[in-house]
């Protein structure tokens, strides 16, 4: 079983708030990485780490930011959040190139 | 990056073998193929990984053709509980690289 994990597992909140999504992981991996996944379609890559104080943008433009102070810990904040985030947000590690990526089970985000 | 095409969807009857293909003509020399495959909106497991020898375990074998310009995963009995998205993915060697995925093959497991 993977050491990663992922809270809130589920969240409404209304428009205009800020929200931090908690992702850390027991297995000491460098790389980290956050995916946003809406129900029936891709995955897609929104951030990722390659180690502490290292941050990068994914493939996919998102209004997140995300903050790496902690080998284990990777939080993803969004400063004021709308309906156009709603979605699943999906947290993932690795440790070296040849290594499976762990994933953990997923926050659903509602914003109502 | 290389990039694969698979099939969009696939069906299997329980406990038969299920062959999924995929192409990926513009592979280089030190790229990997990796499958990985999402079970209704978990998160994405990995199954199995390759270079150019076929290999086995206990999920899956991959088939990667001998000029490596398409594989095959075969889940030699498979299950309702295989039911997925698989994802065919080609890895790029050195470290940090990110994991994306395509839109990958529905493979449903019929009883």
């Known amino acids: 079983e993977a050491d990663i994990y992922q809270t809130p597992r589920y969240l409404v909140i209304g428009t205009g708030k800020k929200i931090t999504l908690e992702c850390s992981q027991t297995?000491?991996?460098?790389?980290m990485y956050w995916y946003q996944q809406d129900p029936g379609m891709e995955l897609h890559l929104i951030h990722y780490?390659?180690?502490?104080?290292?941050?990068e943008k994914g493939d996919l433009s998102s209004e997140s930011t995300v903050s790496r102070i902690r080998t284990e810990h990777f939080p993803l904040t969004l400063e004021s959040a709308r309906p156009s985030h709603t979605s699943q947000y999906l947290c993932?590690?690795?440790?070296?190139?040849?290594?499976?990526?762990?994933f953990g089970p997923g926050t659903r985000l509602t914003v109502l | 990056d290389a990039k694969t095409t698979q099939p969009p969807s696939m069906d299997c009857a329980e406990g038969r073998a299920a062959n999924l293909p995929c192409n990926h003509s513009?592979?280089?020399?030190?790229?990997?193929v990796y499958w990985y495959r999402q079970i209704h909106s978990q998160g994405p497991q990995y199954i199995i990984h390759?270079?150019?020898n076929n290999e086995t375990n206990e999920m899956a074998s991959l088939i990667i053709t001998e000029d490596r310009k398409s594989s095959t995963l075969i889940l030699p009995h498979a299950t309702l509980r295989d039911t997925a998205v698989y994802y065919c993915?080609?890895?790029?060697?050195?470290?940090?690289?990110?994991?994306?995925f395509g839109k990958g093959t529905l493979l449903t497991v019929n009883p």
């Open positions: 993932a590690s690795r440790i070296n190139l040849h290594n499976e990526q762990f």
């Open positions: 297995m000491g991996h460098d790389k």
């Open positions: 780490s390659y180690g502490v104080n290292s941050t």
């Open positions: 513009t592979i280089s020399g030190n790229e990997y």
């Open positions: 390759g270079l150019k």
């Open positions: 993915i080609v890895i790029p060697g050195g470290s940090n690289y990110k994991l994306t």
